[in-house]
């Protein structure tokens, strides 16, 4: 298979666009959920806190390699805002 050719047909469509668009929605909702577990009085809910920063990283290495190109990701996001 040439995931090449695939990647040059999707960015036709506007691929590059979704890369972006799928990081602000993520950003989103990391920042949702995280506001949600501190509000909330369920404290089981708390063990989200603990596992998201481990899952940033992977979560925005996912989205990057969406329109093909990799780019140089900080070995650790901890921090997103909006």
């Known amino acids: 298979m040439d995931f090449k050719a695939l990647v040059d047909e999707l960015k036709?469509?506007?691929l590059d666009l979704a890369e972006d668009a799928a990081e602000k929605v993520v950003k989103v909702i990391f920042n949702w959920v995280e506001a949600e577990v501190i509000k909330s009085e369920n404290k089981y809910d708390d063990m989200v806190l603990a596992v998201l920063p481990?899952?940033?990283p992977i979560i925005f290495?996912?989205?990057d390699k969406?329109?093909?190109n990799?780019?140089?990701l900080p070995e650790t996001v901890t921090e997103v805002s909006a």
Do not use: Q
């Open 70 to 72: 990799v780019d140089e």
């Open 12 to 14: 036709k469509e506007g």
């Open 54 to 56: 481990a899952l940033k």
């Open 66 to 68: 969406i329109d093909g």
């Open 61 to 63: 290495k996912a989205i």
